[in-house]
């Protein structure tokens, strides 16, 4: 059975660091394109960092991009988010996922599996 359990969240200030783990059982994370997301309240859940292990792409979406990143313990089997320069913007509640597809993609509909979420509050 698929399972992703994310950590990690919290209450930070703006400029902190956080790290958001998702551990997944039932498949290893070199067999999915995996995905991390985000949904602030009244807004549509996006993507903001995907990758594919099968043909090497990755996304980032623009408000990420050089603040953001992810890594993998395979030993482990667990993806990791490592958000830097934290925006009062990056408010959400944050959820990796997993997909049964070959490339790359940031739309929330083409993912299978999901963590249940953590909540990352950004405010001074």
């Known amino acids: 059975q698929v399972q992703l359990v994310e950590s990690g969240g919290g209450l930070v200030q703006p400029g902190d660091s956080l790290r958001l783990s998702c551990a997944a059982s039932g498949f290893t994370l070199d067999d999915y394109t995996m995905g991390w997301f985000r949904q602030a309240p009244g807004k549509e859940r996006e993507g903001i960092l995907c990758?594919?292990?099968?043909?090497?792409?990755?996304y980032f979406a623009d408000s990420v991009k050089g603040r953001f990143t992810f890594s993998r313990d395979k030993a482990k089997n667990i993806l990791y988010l490592q958000m830097d320069r934290l925006e009062p913007e990056d408010t959400a509640v944050y959820f990796c996922a997993a997909a049964r597809i070959a490339t790359v993609s940031k739309d929330p509909d083409e993912y299978d599996y999901w963590g249940q979420g953590t909540q990352v509050t950004v405010s001074s």
């Open positions: 990758y594919s292990p099968s043909d090497g792409g990755a």
